[in-house]
């Protein structure tokens, strides 16, 4: 079963090394987190099997790594600016000043009272000074999504591909919001990393693609090992929809905090290219921009042997890659009871999600024929690419297989005397039966590639 509480998700990431609370020595900076040894991995796996099943596996997407300064026109011309805020409240009993959600009662939060302020528009976007001169004329966005800077590219990479719609632009990034009231470790937080893609189709073709991303991205989450029963789809209604949003679906997890968006897939329409186009207004009956400050690029296309410019529609999933390791982390968390009456903590992790692929763990710490065979085995096993070997050698081989259960380690292979004196083989335990067998040498490499390949996606 998924993981209980946030609580336990929380000491388990704090423990074991997946995420602390950043600057935690000077109290630590609300909303914002950082990833220890196992978190970058594991945080970087999940991007990799992203780009691997966007980029690698398709042959009509392009990838893409841009600038996080934003130039102030682009946020200005794609609305941003106008819309990108939340409605604040204060509270005149205690001073608590909070986001307003739909659906909150008009109460505090921190001290229950109901004497609060009006509701007035809070800027969720961090702005930033460029160059030497501090004023008003000189400054930039931090993105707060990573989609402009698709949206900016998209004449550079179709002119540089060939490609022309349909085709996609991903990217992988860093994006910031200035939240009022970060909550619930890191789902909500100020700084976050987005897995985007924008996705350009004629305008003809727009709701034929929506379903076709809807059912996609939701296929794609369940082989990172989310159960289908605590995944749900949510249709925004026409009221709560995005400035540019003709239609979004939200794919919802179960968290243990509640059922949340874990990624949406919104059809953007031509508001985006349509917004940075000069003359949109002679393109696109979507956008709406000021009269001035356009870019001098037509961000349109050409089908063949035809002279009209198309502005094409955008179908978007954007995922956040925190959300994702939150939900990764909660549902492969479980206890179990063991024979012996004592229990385990166990992260069910896919292998190709997993921070560490196989522990090779010497019987006894500082023996030195056993640590000089144990390095052998990890620097052959590391040589075959499989992802992060680790060599412990903490000396109680209990202790050690329980730690590696605890992290998500799907393999341990332990060198013994028997290894060393006997016959060369070594014992390979699964993670998830705890099932221990002898293999030799010569065979480790190929029995663990087999094996890791069956237990990922």
């Not at 100020?190 to 003809?204: A, D, G």
Request: glycine fraction near 6%.
């Amino acid at each position: 079963m998924p993981s209980p509480s946030m609580e336990t998700l929380v000491s388990l990431c704090k423990k074991r090394g997946f995420i602390f609370p950043a600057f935690d020595i000077y109290g630590g900076l609300q909303g914002v987190y950082d990833y220890g040894p196992l978190g970058v991995e594991l945080k970087n796996n999940l991007k990799a099997a992203w780009w691997r099943s966007m980029v690698y596996e398709r042959d009509d997407i392009e990838g893409l790594d841009a600038a996080i300064l934003t130039h102030r026109n682009v946020l200005k011309q794609s609305g941003h600016e106008d819309t990108f805020s939340d409605p604040m409240v204060d509270c005149r009993s205690c001073n608590e000043r909070f986001r307003l959600e739909p659906d909150d009662a008009l109460r505090c939060p921190k001290c229950g009272s109901t004497d609060l302020t009006e509701p007035r528009p809070f800027q969720l976007m961090l702005k930033t000074i460029v160059g030497p001169v501090e004023d008003s004329e000189n400054y930039a966005w931090l993105r707060p999504e990573t989609a402009q800077s698709i949206f900016v590219n998209f004449r550079n990479v179709a002119a540089t591909t060939g490609r022309r719609p349909p085709f996609g632009i991903a990217q992988i990034g860093k994006a910031f919001r200035n939240e009022i009231t970060p909550r619930n470790f890191i789902f909500r937080v100020r700084e976050f990393e987005q897995m985007e893609l924008e996705y350009f189709v004629h305008p003809q073709e727009d709701a034929k693609w929506h379903e076709y991303w809807i059912e996609n991205r939701l296929d794609w989450w369940q082989r990172q090992g989310l159960a289908s029963g605590n995944l749900e789809l949510f249709e925004q209604p026409a009221a709560e929809l995005a400035h540019y949003s003709k239609r979004t679906v939200d794919i919802l997890y179960r968290f243990p905090h509640g059922t949340e968006e874990l990624e949406g897939i919104a059809n953007r329409t031509d508001y985006d290219l349509g917004s940075h186009t000069r003359g949109q207004s002679e393109m696109s009956l979507h956008a709406r921009v000021a009269p001035n400050a356009f870019s001098n690029t037509r961000l349109a296309y050409q089908r063949a042997g035809e002279s009209q410019w198309i502005v094409p529609y955008v179908i978007e999933p954007s995922a956040g890659v925190d959300r994702g390791v939150l939900a990764i982390l909660s549902e492969a968390w479980c206890e179990e009871h063991l024979p012996d009456g004592k229990t385990r903590t166990v992260v069910k992790l896919p292998a190709h999600l997993a921070p560490v692929k196989v522990a090779v763990i010497p019987l006894k710490r500082n023996h030195s024929g056993l640590m000089t065979k144990a390095k052998a085995v990890k620097a052959y096993l590391q040589s075959l690419g499989l992802g992060r070997i680790l060599l412990e050698d903490s000396g109680n081989i209990g202790k050690c297989y329980r730690r590696q259960d605890e992290i998500g380690t799907p393999f341990c292979v332990t060198v013994d005397f028997q290894t060393i004196e006997q016959d060369n083989t070594l014992t390979l335990r699964s993670r998830d039966s705890m099932v221990q067998t002898r293999i030799a040498v010569d065979r480790i490499g190929d029995a663990l590639s087999d094996r890791l390949a069956t237990s990922g996606i």
